[in-house]
Every structure is written in C-alpha cells, then in structure tokens.
C-alpha cells in the first residue's frame, strides 16, 4: 500500500471513531501528561504530530500557556474538535500527512503520541528524519506509543500486516523499544532514552538534536 492510499485509509478510520474517540482515550491520560511533563523548561514551539482532538495538549497548555503549537492531522474530524479547544487560537492547524505536510519549523520540540504505531521500520526512519529537519540544534523529540514487547513480537506483528495488507489500518504494527533506538540514531538523533509509562505495553521515547 502506497504512503499516499495509508493516509487516505486512515483518514476515514479516524473519521469514523471521532464519536467515541475522547471516551476511549481518556484512559491514555497519563500517556499524553508524560510529554508535557518531560519538555523542558522554556519550550516555546512545539509541532504535534498525529494531534487529533488536541487531548495531549491540554496538560501541554496548563504548563505553558504562551506556548505556541503547530498540530498536524490527516483526520479533519478529529482537528474540528481540536478546533473548540479554549487554547485553539494558539494552534495552527494543518490537516496533512506526515509524509506528505510542510511541518514548517524550526521547533524547540515535536511531540506525538498514541499515533506512529502504524509504519513499518522503513518509513519510519524517513519520517524520524523529517522530524530531526524541523527541529533547531537541541531541540527534542518525545514520543509516547504502544511497542511491540520485544522483536520476536515485532517480526509477527509486520508479517501478519504483510500477508493482508488491506487488514490496515485495522490492525497496529508496532516495533520493539530495540528498533525505535536504532531508527533514531540512523535518522541522526542522539541521547536516545526508553522510559515505561503506566501502560505495558506503551514506552515514551525521547531523543535529541544535538547539532
Ligand atoms: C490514536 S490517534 C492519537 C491522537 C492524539 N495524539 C491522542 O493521543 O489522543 C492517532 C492520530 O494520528 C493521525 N494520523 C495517523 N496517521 C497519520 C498520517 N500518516 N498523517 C497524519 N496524521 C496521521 C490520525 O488521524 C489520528 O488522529
């Protein structure tokens, strides 16, 4: 499946989820907290990749109300209620694909959660790369996403995907903490570090550009 159709599947996915899709993830709070939690002090621009209805950026906006945020969503669904949030005067909205979006930028910090669990090893280094490119030297990069335990996990997850392509994005396709560090570094990042969340089966990634 080209990156052009996969952003067209998902779009209408999270479509179709927008009328229970805060309900659900309510129980991800602390997944999206960690990121503010984890920006350091002084953060003044950040790009959110995979937005959707802005759930993360409600702690992000508790802790710097001046921040000013660039959100990105293939979904026009899930940015219209991002759209309603007190903060959204602060937020650009762009409504693209990760692949495909001018993330403009410098930012001092990309964040994403709960929305890159679906790329196979490949395409996700592209897009590591794109995100180090609009970061400024020292900027960081927070990640907060469901892994797969371990590579043996990984191996099934992607063959399963590859023997029924069209199962996504029904189905999740996530890599081990192992790979995530190694697509990090290959795109250029350093000070790479894997923390646990209150999930299992979730990690939070961060990582640095240092130059
Ligand atoms: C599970 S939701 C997470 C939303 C939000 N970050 C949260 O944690 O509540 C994943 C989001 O990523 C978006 N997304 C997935 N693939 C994308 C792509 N290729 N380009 C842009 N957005 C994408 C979906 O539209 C969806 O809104």
Redesign the pocket.
């Known amino acids: 499946m080209d990156l052009k159709t996969?952003?067209e599947e998902?779009?209408s996915?999270?479509d179709r989820k927008i009328d229970t899709?805060d309900e659900v993830?309510a129980a991800?709070a602390e997944t999206?907290r960690l990121l503010t939690d984890c920006l350091p002090d002084g953060t003044e621009t950040v790009l959110?990749?995979?937005?959707?209805?802005g759930?993360?950026l409600i702690p992000l906006f508790e802790r710097f109300p001046d921040i000013r945020v660039t959100a990105?969503?293939?979904?026009p669904k899930?940015l219209a209620v991002l759209a309603e949030r007190p903060f959204a005067d602060r937020v650009k909205i762009v409504c693209?694909?990760?692949?495909a979006?001018d993330f403009g930028g410098p930012f001092d910090a990309v964040i994403?959660?709960?929305?890159l669990h679906?790329f196979p090893p490949r395409e996700k280094e592209e897009l590591y790369r794109r995100i180090r490119g609009c970061l400024r030297p020292g900027g960081v990069f927070l990640n907060s996403d469901k892994i797969s335990p371990d590579r043996r996990a990984e191996a099934e997850a992607l063959a399963e995907y590859e023997a029924d392509p069209a199962r996504w994005p029904h189905m999740d396709t996530p890599l081990a903490p192992s790979t995530e560090t190694e697509l990090l570094e290959n795109a250029g990042f350093r000070q790479v570090f894997v923390a646990p969340t209150d999930r299992e089966n979730y990690r939070l990634f961060t990582a640095v550009r240092d130059e």
């Open positions: 996969r952003a998902m779009r996915f999270f899709y993830h991800f999206k959110d990749l995979g937005a959707g209805t759930l993360e990105v969503d293939v979904s899930m693209g694909d990760f692949f979006a994403s959660t709960s929305a679906h």
